[in-house]
């Protein structure tokens, strides 16, 4: 495995380690699709419009992830590229089953993304190579999918040990101690490529000297709190070591609740923004539920072409009469947001409904108003989130239409292989 030096177990007592998913999307893809294993394959976004997952093979042709999927269709064709349109319920649940195997290795982990998660090693029990080398090969058997780990003592030196990893054979990098081999590394590591720094911070740093992970790991800690913020503070003196970003093994629930799409074709009626926006408000209250709270905030936005010569963005924003997470309620509500945005003349392009000052199902009471039939329909909405857990075709609102001629575009979506059972793989002799 690749490290710097040898640890033992107790030395790791502190330590952290990132497991990283290997161009996820692409992964899944590939799981059900043996035969675009040694094939460029490509994944596009919503409404298939640009790149956002590319496979090793996809990135050598000079592909770069946002490309769209127009100015990459004849090269891709020219190399017999798979392309695929995005599945995320197909990546949900395969994230899903890899999270549940690095669980199993170490119960103390943070789900921090859908293809990434960071674990302490604090119980270890044996030496890290062999712990990761285990993990990767279970993960890699279970599922079919294959990560990279980088361990070091800090979340912060873990992630830039998991860059290192994944250009390694073994798929598996400890940091070293102090060493030139560390400084080496540190230096290779641009600073906007700093977890938590990004584009624009990253000019403000430069601007002070700090060209790389070892230049900021140099500024006094005092000094970036100072001129920029505590968390910067913290990222420096992760670089040095020292770990301030502890796990989070609960995640928060979210402040807001955002579902928007870009339409398959521009909408011009009421009828079909109505019906979209109230599709949006129906998986919107799903989530909501599914996190265990009440919104009391509903904004409905919508917008034309933004390079058109007449562009235009709607928005509407309401306060429900009660904190609630019921379907029905909501949708109504979004109608009414949808008939005060829409214009005759104008051919809208993406919509969206986002749920706001959202508090837990223990923190809101019932209301003033509130009757035993609302606390009907609430019951309903989790016998209804229950069906539909368990039934391919599930039940749907009239109100968010039939046909939905104006859906995302996903042409080149693969089957849900392992959620519905009209979808399973097909084993032909």
């Known amino acids: 495995?690749?490290?710097?030096?040898?640890?033992?177990?107790?030395?790791?007592?502190?330590?952290?380690?990132?497991?990283?998913?290997?161009?996820?999307?692409?992964?899944?893809?590939?799981?059900?699709?043996?035969?675009?294993?040694?094939?460029?394959?490509?994944?596009?976004?919503?409404?298939?419009?640009?790149?956002v997952a590319r496979s090793n093979e996809a990135k050598s042709l000079g592909i770069a992830m946002g490309t769209p999927y127009f100015k990459a269709k004849k090269l891709l064709r020219e190399n017999n590229a798979g392309v695929f349109s995005s599945n995320y319920t197909l990546y949900a649940d395969m994230s899903e089953r890899v999270m549940e195997i690095i669980e199993m290795f170490s119960?103390?982990?943070?789900?921090?993304?859908?293809?990434?998660?960071?674990?302490?090693?604090r119980r270890l029990q044996e030496q890290p190579e062999v712990w990761a080398g285990k993990l990767r090969k279970t993960i890699l058997s279970w599922t079919g999918i294959p990560v990279s780990i980088g361990i070091a003592e800090t979340k912060t030196l873990a992630k830039i040990a998991g860059r290192t990893a994944k250009k390694s054979s073994?798929?598996?990098?400890?940091?070293?101690?102090?060493?030139?081999?560390?400084?080496?590394?540190?230096?290779?590591?641009?600073?906007?490529?700093?977890?938590?720094?990004?584009?624009?911070?990253?000019?403000?740093?430069?601007?002070?000297?700090?060209?790389?992970?070892?230049?900021?790991?140099?500024?006094?800690?005092?000094?970036?709190?100072?001129?920029?913020?505590?968390?910067?503070?913290r990222t420096v003196r992760e670089l040095r070591g020292e770990p301030c970003f502890s796990l989070e093994l609960a995640p928060p629930?979210?402040?807001?609740?955002?579902?928007?799409?870009?339409?398959?074709?521009?909408v011009s009626s009421l009828k079909e923004l109505k019906e979209a926006v109230s599709f949006y408000a129906?998986?919107?209250?799903?989530?909501?539920?599914?996190?265990q709270s009440r919104a009391v905030v509903l904004t409905v936005f919508a917008n034309t072409n933004r390079f058109s010569g007449n562009a235009y963005f709607g928005k509407e924003v309401r306060i429900l009469p009660s904190p609630t997470f019921e379907t029905s309620e909501i949708i109504r509500e979004a109608e009414i947001c949808a008939e005060k945005i829409f214009r005759q003349e104008k051919r809208f392009v993406k919509?969206?409904?986002?749920?706001?000052?959202?508090?837990?199902?223990?923190?809101?009471?019932?209301?003033?108003?509130?009757?035993?039939?609302?606390?009907?329909?609430?019951?309903?909405?989790?016998?209804?989130?229950?069906?539909?857990?368990?039934?391919?075709?599930?039940?749907?609102?009239?109100?968010?239409?039939?046909?939905?001629?104006?859906?995302?575009?996903?042409?080149?979506?693969?089957?849900?292989?392992?959620?519905c059972w009209k979808e399973l793989p097909q084993a032909k002799a």
Do not use: H
Not at 26 to 44: A, H
Not at 114 to 120: G, L, P, T
Not at 282 to 291: G, I, N
Not at 372 to 399: H, P, V
């Open 1 to 51: 495995m690749g490290s710097g030096n040898q640890r033992n177990t107790q030395a790791l007592g502190s330590y952290f380690a990132i497991i990283d998913c290997n161009n996820f999307y692409v992964s899944c893809e590939r799981v059900f699709r043996p035969d675009m294993r040694k094939r460029p394959v490509v994944v596009l976004s919503n409404n298939d419009g640009c790149i």
């Open 282 to 291: 129906v998986r919107a209250c799903e989530k909501l539920r599914d996190q």
């Open 107 to 121: 119960p103390e982990c943070e789900v921090y993304s859908i293809d990434e998660a960071f674990v302490s090693l």
């Open 351 to 419: 919509a969206g409904v986002i749920l706001s000052g959202l508090m837990p199902l223990n923190c809101s009471g019932p209301g003033l108003f509130d009757t035993s039939s609302k606390r009907k329909k609430e019951k309903l909405m989790e016998t209804i989130d229950k069906i539909n857990q368990i039934n391919d075709a599930g039940i749907t609102w009239a109100a968010a239409g039939i046909k939905k001629p104006w859906k995302t575009a996903a042409n080149r979506k693969s089957p849900r292989y392992t959620t």
């Open 253 to 266: 629930a979210k402040k807001a609740i955002t579902v928007s799409r870009t339409f398959g074709r521009p």
């Open 170 to 233: 073994e798929g598996v990098f400890i940091l070293p101690e102090e060493s030139d081999k560390r400084k080496q590394i540190l230096e290779g590591v641009m600073i906007d490529d700093i977890w938590g720094v990004g584009r624009r911070l990253g000019l403000k740093l430069r601007n002070i000297g700090a060209e790389n992970a070892r230049q900021l790991s140099r500024i006094k800690p005092e000094t970036a709190r100072r001129r920029f913020s505590v968390n910067m503070e």
